[in-house]
């Protein structure tokens, strides 16, 4: 089944202990990107990647990295979380950010992460 | 940056009726892409309509795009009660503005009561 999958779907820490979100693709996209959702914000994109080794910043980028060493797999890094950072994390993917005339992007079922 | 912003935020309606949203956004784009998320779930893409279209159809789903007046609006006929959900528009910028982000509107809350 063509899917998108992020682990953990939930997740309490603390502060400043780092933390990784995965996202994995089984659809051989080119482009993957990270949301994050808060109430009455939307979603806000924090990264994309056009394909392998290639990432650059969304609107939110502060506090978090991020790395694409292989196709499917993009996760979400944060080095020292804060309590700011709880959110609902999505990672979405789509066949091609060059042509997104052409091609959707398919989400995963989301991270509840909260930073006590 | 740009920003998708949906009107309303809330609209609740009864069975049968049509549900008419609405997204504005502020520069130039490529394609305009409408999303469904229900209850804090994943969000599942509806409906893509390019600049250069200004209606699109997709079963019970009519799309129109006006980019002179930098909107769009999501038509969802003879709603049902299993089309509640939130709606979000997202954007893009135009195919070699050099960015490749998306914008996400703040979303439409739309409850179909039986």
């Known amino acids: 089944e063509a899917q998108v999958t992020q682990n953990p779907r939930y997740l309490i820490t603390v502060t400043g202990k780092k933390l990784t979100v995965t996202c994995s693709q089984n659809m051989n996209h080119e482009y993957m990107s990270w949301y994050r959702q808060d109430p009455g914000l939307g979603l806000r994109q924090i990264y994309y990647?056009?394909?392998?080794?290639?990432?650059d910043k969304g609107d939110v980028p502060e506090g978090y990295k991020v790395s694409r060493k292989e196709k499917r797999n993009f996760p979400l890094i944060l080095e020292s979380p804060s309590p700011n950072q709880t959110s609902l994390y999505f990672c979405a993917s789509s066949l091609s950010g060059f042509r997104r005339d052409l091609y959707e992007q398919y989400f995963g079922p989301g991270t509840r992460l909260t930073v006590t | 940056s740009q920003q998708g912003e949906e009107d309303p935020q809330a609209l609740s309606i009864q069975e049968g009726e049509n549900a008419t949203m609405n997204c504005s956004y502020k520069t130039s784009i490529n394609n305009l892409q409408w999303y469904r998320q229900n209850s804090g779930r994943g969000l599942v893409h509806l409906i893509l309509i390019r600049s250069n279209e200004r209606e699109k159809h997709s079963g019970r789903l009519r799309v129109t795009l006006d980019t002179s007046k930098k909107s769009s609006s999501l038509l969802i006929t003879a709603s049902r009660a299993a089309d509640t959900a939130s709606y979000f528009c997202a954007t893009d910028g135009p195919l070699n503005s050099g960015t490749y982000k998306y914008i996400f509107g703040t979303g439409t809350r739309l409850k179909v009561l039986a």
């Open positions: 990647s056009m394909n392998v080794e290639v990432t």
